[in-house]
């Protein structure tokens, strides 16, 4: 692929993003992502077969975020309650940086695509598994108490950290407006969880 390719398939990309976050999926024609990118819209065919295509390319582009997230805490130098909070930070970091990754998120859950089961769970997938590696290893090692399961550990853990960001559009304005106030509320959201989960010295 040239420069000129590499610059066409680039815009179709940072257009199609912006409109299926904006509308979804089914609203957004190929013209109208042709027209944003300033291309000929038989390049969304030459580069991503189609429509579907190109949409399954924007999912991969921003979930691959995630990936790179928990490849970022798959690492056996921390503890595991210390990558349970750099996972949390990780996350927030996510939200801040592409505001466009709750609509996926919200688009998918409320009107799924084939993408749900090719790109989303496919990601989620893998978060869910290292995750869920990690909560059983510091079952193990002693740093979480025996009785947590894993699975739904796991599931609270996600949950915990990124409604926050989902739910914003909702309870953005009854939060107390201060510096910092994403770091703030996932701090505290991680600490509530790693003491829910971390065992006692007396256990």
Do not use: W
Not at 87 to 101: E, K
Not at 173 to 195: C, T, Y
Request: charged share 25%; proline share 3%; hydrophobic share 45%.
């Amino acid at each position: 692929m040239d420069d000129m390719e590499k610059d066409s398939s680039a815009k179709l990309l940072e257009a199609a993003s912006k409109l299926f976050a904006e509308r979804g999926f089914a609203a957004v024609s190929i013209r109208e992502v042709a027209e944003a990118a300033s291309v000929n819209s038989a390049l969304i065919s030459y580069h991503f077969g189609g429509k579907e295509g190109l949409y399954s390319a924007v999912l991969e582009m921003h979930l691959s975020k995630v990936a790179s997230t928990i490849a970022a805490i798959d690492d056996q130098n921390l503890t595991p309650l210390d990558r349970i909070k750099k996972f949390g930070l990780g996350v927030m970091g996510i939200h801040r940086r592409f505001p466009y990754f709750r609509r996926y998120l919200y688009g998918e859950l409320s009107n799924p695509t084939t993408c749900l089961e090719t790109v989303v769970k496919k990601h989620f997938g893998r978060a869910y598994q290292v995750l869920h590696a990690i909560l059983q290893e510091g079952i193990e090692c002693g740093q979480i108490r025996a009785g947590i399961d894993p699975a739904f550990a796991t599931i609270a853990l996600v949950g915990i950290v990124n409604f926050y960001f989902i739910g914003e559009p909702i309870f953005g304005g009854m939060l107390p407006s201060v510096p910092d106030r994403d770091e703030k509320h996932v701090l505290q959201a991680l600490d509530i969880f790693i003491h829910g989960v971390r065992r006692n010295q007396h256990e």
